[in-house]
Each structure stands twice: as C-alpha cells, then as structure tokens.
C-alpha cells in the first residue's frame, strides 16, 4: 500500500491514498460529489464545472476532478456557494436540451436528470436554444443524437485514449458540437461500433440504435458476465426484461470506467441465442436426415453407442466453454467412457504446455509491454480488447516494443519496432541485455551465443533492462523463446485466440493421445484432408469444422448452433449458451471469472456438465460436477519458469481473423453483426 493521506471531507475523516484526485476520495467515504465530464480512471478535464467544491483556507471554489489530496485538507461539497454554482450549471444545460425525460430511454440513468431533480428544475430560466442536428443513424448500432449532448467530452476522450480517434469537438460556444471528420455518420468514418461511447454518455446523445422501446432501466435485471467470443474474455453486464437480453455494455469489476471495453461482437452479438440457427431439440439422423427426438432417448441411444465404443471414442472440443464443463467433459471421457482421447481447438494455434506456464500478469501495472508475433487490431477485430488496453496502458506512461516479422497495427506507438525474424529478434535482446548492467544466468546465455545483435536490438535490450515491471505478451508459436525475457524479470504469457482457453487446459481437456488434428483430420489449422484416429466423434461446442472427418461412423454434436458440422452430425444435442450458463473461466491474463447465468437455456437446451451429468447416469456410472473450489485449485497452478527451448513452434496456417469468424461464424450470420460483413466491414 503507497502513502496514505487524511483529510476531512464535509466533517467526516478520510484516508486515502496520495495523489488521489479528491471525486475518488469522497467516493471512498461515501460522498458523492456531482459531475458530469469526469471519468474515473482518467485525469479530471474540469470542463462542466459541476464538481467545484470549497477548501478551507483558499478563496474561490476549486475543480474537484484534478485537485489532488493535501494531508489534513478540509473539504466542503455543499456549500451554499457551490450548490448555487452548480444549479446554474444544470439550469443552463437544460435551456439547450430536450425536457422529454417523460419518454427518453435513459431516464432513470440520466446524471443530468438526476441533478435536475436533485435542484428541483422542471425547466431551465434562460432562453430555449433549439438546435436542428440530423440525427446520425445510419447503421444498426449506434444512435447519435446531438440534440441531447451536454458537451461533458466523454465520447471523445474515450474514443481518442482507445485510439480510434473517430470523434471530436467542432465550433465554439453553445454551438460547438461532437462530430466524426467531416461530420461524416459513423459508418463512414472508420468507426469500430466498439460502443465505448454510449458506456461513457452520460445523457441519451449516444445509445444503442435499438434502444427505444426495450423498457426502462429499472426494469432491467443485470448480470455480471464475460464475454466468450474471443481470447481476450472481457467483462460484460447483461441487461434482461424477463426472460429476454435487452442489451449488453461493458463490466464493471474494475472500478475505473475508462477502463471498460467490449468490442462490436461481445455488445452486439447477443442476438444469436434467439437467431434461426439456434439448436432447440436433439436430433437423430434417420434416413439420411436429421429428425427431432426427445432428450431422454437421444442420451439413452448414445450411452449405448459410447459403452459399445469405449477407447475408440474421441472428444474435441472449442476452448469457450467454461471450466465446469471442461473439468466435467475431462471426467466423463476418462471416468465413464474410459479414453484417452480428448482435446481442444486450443491445440490448434497452443501447445498444453504453453498456456499452463503461461503467467498470472496485471497489464495496467506493466511499465513495459513487449509484443512477440501478436497483432492485436480494433479495425481487423482480431483480440480487439487486447490493442486497447495497450493503447491506453501507453497513455498513462507505459511503453511498447514490438517484435513481429509483418506491420502491426500498434507499431506507430512503439518505441522499438524489431521487424523480421521474431525468434532471431528476442535472442539478440537477451544476449544484450547483459550489457546494461543486468545478470543474466549463463545457462540462458549458452542459448543466444551465436545470436547476432544489431542497434534496435542494443536499444530494447537497455528498455527493458531499465524496466521494473515489463510483461511479455506472445503468440504461442514463439512462447517458448519470448518466455526466456521472463526468466530474466518481468512476467510472460502466450496470447490465445479462444476465450478459456487457458482454463480448458488447466482442467484436463488436452491430448493425451490422439489430437484434435488427429481426431478431426484436420492439418495446418481447419484443412480437413485424412482419415479420423477414432469411430465415433463426440464435438463438443461451436467447433468451426465444416464436414464430418472422414473414417468416423459416428457423429455427435453437443452445440447450441447449426454449424457446419451440426448439419452433418448423426446426432445433435442442444446446448446452452454461455450467455445462459453459469461457471468460471480463465481469461489471457489468468484472472479467474465468475460467469454468471443471464437468461434461461431455450428450448430443451442443456450446459454441458447437466447432458454429461446424466449421460453418465445412463451409462450406469455416478459423475458428479466439479465444486468452484475444486475449479479454482485447478486453475490456480503455480507457475515455474525454467530456460526454455529456442525454435519456432509448429506454426497455425489460419490467420487470426479468419480463424476468429470461423469461430464465430452462428454469431454473425445470425445478429445484426452480418451488417458488417454485407457492408465490407469486417
């Protein structure tokens, strides 16, 4: 814990830590101090003059939003001199903006509604200002009404720290205004649809484009949840009206706002759980066609089919599902079926051993970021989250090496780019790294002997000699080199494509014998081509393969959508959601995350653990789901670093974007997410 300050904040004591701004501090108390353009997380703007406040001893009210703590500061937020500042703040806002709080979408949310009320302002005392903005709506995300906007900012340093720089000010005065360049709608204007900007409007100026009519916010129950469309599992919070999802914005575990991100697919995706590719029923291949049966003769069936198969069963499975169900498809094939066989999608682009070393790391606390063959972008939609919490880790002093053999979206941030041969690359750094005072062990040194160095490689050598806290951020072909700059300090971890994949492997779901390659005949990434290693294949979630493998007699698809391999399947069992199921997963950084159950599971669908559950019932067998301690055991394995091997990994054919909308394919074919794709621009 840093240095602690006391001070007094409306007669109450407070301590709280040095460099504080004092909004935080008298948050800390439970003191509310009104203001409409601060952002937590990010240096106070003072721009609505909503959060002035006195201090003893100073003649003119101060901004609390950039004022940081002074031991023994006395504070007052409600003088009369403030509060009379701050209505006539409120009071001019009003004659700008619509007083339709009867009908608006954010009333009950609303910070300008609630210090209206707070001031009993039914109407504002100045002129009415009427100002006729078009309406931006010309795409099916993102509502943009200037009409409401209060010019707090928000929007536009949120969208300049996470770098796509589609907004900003234009004019001066009552008439200035927030707009794209040129004042273009926002499908022209590069923008990602992200939403960070109706997460951060404060008013009804920016909101989904299907808000209206949806209900009131009071009416919304909210789930804590993390989305599982790709590695980087961000936190979301689900808003439901009785059995439907209403909308989706970003989590709110970490208490800085700024920080909060989701990119278009975890806001707006959500409309595949009721999309026409939903699986409802399970279904039986009769005849040459798929025919619906109910759930209890599907299991009875494959139970028979399984006992008869035994070892000559293989399970695959995608990464996204939670650790429950990987811990208990882990049990179920070992335990009951008795094989061997079993792996994930992860195996695809990770080896086992890759994700479990990799390290528990805190990205916002890194002073350096070292890229290793990974290119996160917003605008590919590759690990969009991943390209943000860079940018903004980079904002607030951090800095970034990158080392990649093509141009990467973050290489203009970069103090260091080191283009070409990653592998080459990262020994040239660690063999200099020596030479700007660090010790380094000399069986480490044996490795990079024969490395040759050249100047960038000298100048990210010193960078990171001279950092306290660098994390090392790899594609898992080149882990095992980049892991090495760990082994010197600093933390590392391989970047997965999946969302649990991590937490998939650490609760037993990888080969033990035949790989998912193996299994799925599949070489190089999705190329199907071969013959399968096992007779009947038991697919487990959305795995993005097209065709059955030739050599299997027997499908099954446990999915919650018709994909590819769902159509060819000989049976298919409806599965839930993660959006309709509770459990844990492990995300890129090794948090540990509760997913918490938003909607029921539709139709006769089922989560993973309760179909292998009574599976093993049927087969004569007792399997019981894992406890969240037994879950948190797993995934909570120390890591020990040891000097690792120096060559490329076997390398993934499928690039990442490709790959990520294979995964994902039931989701946008079936939300407004195809609207990118028939716009061009996915």
């Known amino acids: 814990m840093g240095k602690q300050v006391k001070l007094r904040i409306d007669g109450q004591e407070v301590q709280a830590p040095a460099g504080m701004n ?166 022209e204007s590069g923008c990602t649809f992200c939403g960070s900007c109706i997460d951060v409007c404060p008013v009804s100026a920016l909101r989904e484009a299907d808000r209206e009519k949806k209900g009131r916010e009071w009416e919304f129950s909210r789930h804590e949840s993390v989305c599982m469309l790709c590695g980087c599992g961000c936190d979301i919070t689900v808003s439901t009206k009785g059995d439907l999802i209403q909308k989706i914005n970003a989590g709110s575990r970490s208490p800085s706002t700024e920080q909060h991100f989701i990119c278009t697919y975890g806001r707006f995706g959500y409309e595949h759980v009721d999309g026409g590719k ?161 010790k380094v062990d000399q069986k480490l040194l044996k490795h990079v002997q024969e490395a040759s160095t050249d100047k960038n490689m000298q100048q990210a050598a010193e960078m990171f000699a001279g950092s306290s806290n660098p994390l090392i951020i790899s594609d898992p072909a080149f882990f095992d080199v980049a892991s090495n700059l760990a082994w010197i300090k600093g933390q590392a971890m391989a970047m997965p494509l999946e969302s649990n994949a991590r937490g998939v492997v650490l609760m037993g779901v990888k080969s033990k014998d035949n790989t998912f390659q193996d299994m799925a005949a599949v070489e190089h990434g999705l190329v199907q081509r071969g013959r399968s290693t096992v007779k009947l294949l038991y697919a487990v979630g959305d795995v993005p393969l097209s065709k059955k493998p030739d050599g299997v007699d027997f499908l099954v698809v446990q999915s919650s959508s018709f994909t590819g391999l769902a159509r060819e399947a000989d049976m298919v069992l409806p599965a839930a959601t993660y959006l309709e199921s509770s459990g844990s997963m492990v995300d890129y950084l090794g948090q540990l995350k509760t997913v918490e159950q938003a909607i029921e599971p539709r139709g006769e669908s089922k989560t993973h653990r309760d179909i292998f559950v009574q599976l093993a019932k049927n087969m004569g067998a007792t399997l019981k789901k894992p406890t969240f301690s037994e879950v948190k055991k797993a995934a909570g394995t120390e890591v020990i670093l040891s000097v690792a091997d120096m060559s490329r990994k076997e390398a993934f054919q499928e690039t990442p974007e490709s790959y990520l909308q294979a995964l994902n394919a039931p989701v946008l074919e079936t939300s407004r997410l195809l609207w990118l794709k028939e716009s061009g621009m996915t």
Not at 96 to 125: I, R, W
Not at 314 to 334: C, K, P, V, Y
Not at 359 to 379: C, E, F, R, T
């Open 22 to 187: 004092l909004i935080d501090a008298a948050e800390l108390a439970g003191i509310h101090i009104p203001n409409l353009c601060y952002l937590r997380g990010m240096k106070g703007i003072g721009a609505c003059r909503m959060c002035l406040v006195e201090v003893e001893g100073l003649k003119a009210p101060i901004i609390a939003c950039n004022t940081k703590v002074k031991q023994d500061m006395a504070v007052h937020t409600r003088t009369e001199r403030v509060q009379e500042i701050r209505r006539f703040v409120v009071d001019l806002i009003l004659s700008m903006h619509p007083l339709d709080c009867v009908t608006c979408t954010k009333s009950g949310v609303c910070n300008l509604q609630e210090y209206a009320y707070e001031f009993g302002l039914k109407e504002s005392s100045f002129s009415r200002k009427k100002f006729t903005y078009p309406v931006d709506e010309g795409n099916p995300f993102v509502k943009r009404d200037p009409a409401y906007c209060i010019l707090c900012g928000r929007c536009v340093r949120v969208c300049k720290e996470q770098g796509t720089n589609v907004l900003d000010f234009m004019g001066r005065g009552i008439e200035s205004k927030v707009i794209t360049a040129n004042d273009m709608p926002l499908h």
């Open 278 to 438: 939903r699986i409802l029923s399970p279904m039986v291949r009769k005849g040459g066609q798929l025919q619906e049966v109910s759930m209890k003769d599907a299991l009875e069936d494959l139970a028979g089919r399984l006992k008869k198969a035994g070892k000559n069963t293989g399970f695959i499975s995608t990464a996204s599902i939670l650790n429950e169900d990987a811990m208990t498809l882990q049990r179920f094939s070992g335990e009951v079926v008795k094989t061997s066989n079993i792996d994930s999608t992860a195996s695809l682009y990770a080896r086992p051993e890759q994700l479990e070393k990799s390290q528990k790391a805190k990205l916002d606390k890194a002073d350096l970021i070292i890229l290793v063959g990974v290119n996160p972008s917003q605008w590919t939609r590759v690990l969009p989250a991943l390209d943000v919490a860079v940018r903004r880790r980079l904002s607030r002093k951090g800095r970034l090496i990158t080392i990649n053999s093509q141009e990467t979206a973050l290489d203009k941030l970069a103090e260091i780019n080191l283009n070409g041969d990653e592998i080459q690359a990262v020994q040239g750094m660690i063999k200099s790294v020596p030479d700007h005072g660090i």
